[in-house]
T-cell receptor, first 113, second 112 residues
Framework: DVKVTQSSRYLVKRTGEKVFLECVQDMDHENMFWYRQDPGLGLRLIYFSYDVKMKEKGDIPEGYSVSREKKERFSLILESASTNQTSMYLC????????????FGQGTRLTVV | QKEVEQDPGPLSVPEGAIVSLNCTYSNSAFQYFMWYRQYSRKGPELLMYTYSSGNKEDGRFTAQVDKSSKYISLFIRDSQPSDSATYLCAMSEGTSYDKVIFGPGTSLSVIP
């Protein structure tokens, strides 16, 4: 069974903390993505990566950075967490064909207090 | 105007009903259309994927695309309580997944 695994289901962090969200996929996919999901806004793309050590900004990259040191792992970093970053974060991966299907992790519910 | 619009619901139907879920969009260049299902506290999973206009059927699910009206639909026949979830439409112009635009989702409850 294919899997995208996110390291935490729930996180509570304080304003100003540096936060790491980890994502691992076991499908040997080239493409990996980080989204946030907020009520009424749908999924919004933060960053994506098409290859190891490669990263591209999505639609809402401000306040975030990413790291992809290995093909199977894609990390999202909140440099200095703020309350407006309270959200559901979803990692996804897809193969090089791109649009056929994305596989999502179970999500991380992050609360910044 | 948002690029992809979707009635958020919630939509509540009795078991066995036919469900119609819809999205409208503004970008006439969209060619790939997808429906994802998201159960509570889970990530989305792909239900169906269509290219350009027309219908596609998979079991109890039928996806329809009307590009002339910029309107897509997902029909669920003989709905089951296990269909209770949020349904997200998604679409893109080409094969690059970074340009996929998601709708906000419609919450569906199927009552036994």
């Amino acid at each position: 069974d294919v899997k995208v695994t996110q390291s935490s289901r729930y996180l509570v962090k304080r304003t100003g903390e540096k936060v790491f969200l980890e994502c691992v996929q076991d499908m040997d996919h080239e493409n990996m993505f980080w989204y946030r999901q907020d009520p009424g806004l749908g999924l919004r793309l933060i960053y994506f990566s098409y290859d190891v050590k490669m990263k591209e900004k999505g639609d809402i990259p401000e306040g975030y950075s990413v790291s992809r040191e290995k093909k199977e792992r894609f990390s999202l970093i909140l440099e200095s967490a703020s309350t407006n970053q309270t959200s559901m974060y979803l990692c996804a991966s897809s193969n090089s064909q791109g649009n056929t299907e994305a596989f999502f992790g179970q999500g991380t519910r992050l609360t910044v207090v | 105007q948002k690029e992809v619009e979707q009635d958020p619901g919630p939509l509540s139907v009795p078991e066995g009903a036919i469900v119609s879920l819809n999205c409208t969009y503004s970008n006439s260049a969209f060619q790939y259309f997808m429906w994802y299902r998201q159960y509570s506290r889970k990530g989305p999973e792909l239900l169906m994927y269509t290219y350009s206009s027309g219908n596609k059927e998979d079991g109890r699910f039928t996806a329809q695309v009307d590009k002339s009206s910029k309107y897509i639909s997902l029909f669920i026949r003989d709905s089951q309580p296990s269909d209770s979830a949020t349904y997200l439409c998604a679409m893109s112009e080409g094969t690059s997944y970074d340009k996929v635009i998601f709708g906000p989702g419609t919450s569906l409850s199927v009552i036994p």
